[in-house]
């Protein structure tokens, strides 16, 4: 069965420091997320992105944010300068179509020290 | 008010039981209707997806959408150990924005 894939699956990281998130999407769906989910919070959304353009973004995903499909397979989200409030798991996201299932990769957790 | 409002539990059951766990919205303008099933330090994993108010089935789990009230419920039937995990509903399709907005998670523990 089809499945999102994600690395690392744990990622520690001095604050002020780049770091990349990868995900494979399912390989025939063109809407892929980002989503995190800070320990003991909800599953928050951050951003939504079709046809090699961000769609939706929420009020988390700032400058310091980026999300890139640098092939045919990545689908990455780059966090510039990391805080200590950027800790959480990060989940990777993708459907078929607008309005279709969203399937969850199984998520990188992101240490900021 | 919270878009999505769910109790966060623990819900002890033994196993065998049916387990019903619900959720309240704000918005009756919201289209679709998602259960999902999270291991601790799990990704969400999808149970059911529904756009209609009514029942849909699949094996041992319902899930019930109520508009007119905003309410949704997911019916677990013949309870398993293996079905411990925090259950979150989540919702999307307003405003032509299709991102999820996640309850808060109901935490189920099903005693052996």
């Known amino acids: 069965e089809p499945e999102v894939t994600q690395t690392p699956s744990h990622q520690v990281t001095q604050m002020g420091q780049e770091v990349i998130l990868r995900c494979v999407p399912i390989?025939?769906?063109?809407?892929f997320y980002w989503y995190r989910q800070i320990l003991g919070q909800k599953v928050e959304f951050l951003v939504s992105?079709?046809?090699?353009?961000?769609?939706?973004k929420s009020e988390i995903f700032d400058d310091q944010f980026s999300v890139e499909r640098p092939d045919g397979s990545n689908f990455t989200l780059k966090i510039r300068s990391t805080k200590l409030e950027d800790s959480a798991m990060y989940f990777c996201?993708?459907?078929?179509?607008?309005?279709?299932?969203?399937?969850f990769g199984p998520g990188t957790r992101l240490t900021v020290t | 008010q919270k878009e999505v409002e769910q109790d966060p539990g623990p819900l002890s059951v033994p196993e065998g039981a049916i387990v019903s766990l619900n959720c309240t919205y704000s918005?009756?303008?919201?289209?679709?209707f998602m259960w999902y099933r999270q291991y601790s330090r799990k990704g969400p994993e999808l149970l059911m997806y529904?756009?209609?108010?009514g029942n849909k089935e699949d094996g041992r789990f319902t899930a019930q959408v109520d508009k007119s009230s905003k309410y949704i419920s997911l019916f677990i039937r013949d309870s398993q150990p293996s079905d411990s995990a925090t259950y979150l509903c989540?919702?999307?399709?307003?405003?032509?924005?299709?991102?999820?907005?996640f309850g808060s998670g109901t935490r189920l523990l099903v005693r052996p």
């Open positions: 996201a993708s459907s078929e179509a607008i309005a279709y299932e969203q399937y």
């Open positions: 989540a919702i999307n399709g307003v405003d032509s924005s299709y991102k999820l907005i």
């Open positions: 992105f079709y046809n090699n353009e961000i769609s939706e």
């Open positions: 918005n009756s303008a919201f289209q679709y």
């Open positions: 529904t756009y209609s108010s």
């Open positions: 390989s025939n769906h063109l809407y």
